[in-house]
């Protein structure tokens, strides 16, 4: 069965440093999520595509936190400068067309910042 | 912001027994989805039901939604120790057009052996 693929799934770096998550969805969706689990709490959207465009990064902290889709198939959430309070998990899940409810998530990637 | 809430938070059962979880919200919703996550993965889909539907089936699990009282309660049966997890919704709004979910906090199930 096709999955969302995540990668790293441990990152530990220090504040200030710059780091990098990347998403690879399942074929042929569409739609591309990023969302921050912080822990005991739910996802929280940080930004949607749909292909290449982003369609909600009304909940992106765009001072530190970029998000790409080039080609409309993986993306990459990068981080710059990482602060303490960015701990948590970034999970990345996709759905075949917009608005088709069902998301699959990936395993996600646990971030922890000294 | 989080919409949904669970209740409860935390749920300790033996195997065997049933488990209910309830969720309740605080606009009109199009959708409203369970998903379950185990430590330290991503999340499931587990089943869906829409504004227009009162209970939906699936295997062991047994969802019902009212939306006059705003809450949906997930209901699983003969529980097993593979259900740990926690479990949460997520509801879709009514109007708008990029289905965003909005997910509660979650509600901890552990099933003793």
């Known amino acids: 069965e096709a999955e969302v693929a995540q990668s790293p799934r441990y990152k530990i770096t220090e504040k200030s440093q710059a780091v990098a998550f990347w998403c690879d969805p399942i074929s042929g969706h569409a739609t591309l999520y990023w969302y921050r689990q912080i822990l005991g709490q739910g996802p929280e959207l940080l930004v949607q595509?749909?292909?290449?465009?982003?369609?909600?990064d009304s909940q992106l902290p765009k001072d530190r936190f970029s998000a790409e889709r080039l080609k409309g198939v993986d993306s990459t959430l990068k981080i710059q400068p990482a602060e303490l309070g960015d701990s948590a998990m970034y999970l990345c899940a996709s759905s075949y067309l917009w608005g088709q409810e069902t998301q699959y998530f990936g395993p996600g990637t646990r971030l922890l910042v000294l | 912001s989080q919409q949904g809430e669970e209740d409860p938070q935390a749920l300790s059962i033996q195997e065997g027994e049933n488990a209910t979880m309830n969720c309740s919200y605080k606009t009109s919703i199009n959708n409203l989805q369970w998903y379950r996550q185990n430590s330290g993965r991503g999340l499931v889909h587990l089943i869906l039901i829409r504004s227009n539907e009162r209970e939906k089936h699936s295997g062991r699990l047994r969802v019902t939604l009212d939306t006059s009282k705003k809450s949906s309660s997930l209901l699983i049966t003969a529980s097993r120790a593979a259900d740990t997890a926690s479990y949460f919704c997520a509801t879709v709004p009514k109007g708008g057009s990029n289905y965003k979910l909005t997910f509660g906090k979650g509600t901890l199930l552990t099933v003793n052996p």
């Open positions: 595509f749909q292909d290449e465009s982003v369609v909600d």
